[in-house]
């Protein structure tokens, strides 16, 4: 069990190339992850703040949006998202997001591996 005192948030700069930076709070420690989930956390972006392109191969990535809206861009075509809706990112795909808001985004992202 975690508590969320008990989490660390990770701030990081320009993830994938993207603008500003992102708060990143992992949900469970990382010897709980498991043989197959390489991530499993809660991320914050900021209005304006974005993760850039990137690609995934041998893994697939999906956000969960619990708060805010943006933009989500899914192997070159751009998609409005807001809270509640899910996105995924196969293996050999390649995904990024953006807030556009004034509002922060959060969501659960979810990297497991093939």
Known sequence: MTRPQDREIIKAEHVAGGAGYILKQPIIKEEQLGAHCKMFSEVTLHPGCEIGYHEHHGETETYYLIKGAGI???????YPVAAGDVTFCKSGGGHGIKNTGEQDIVFIALILAE
């Open 72 to 78: 989500y861009h899914d192997n070159g075509e751009e």
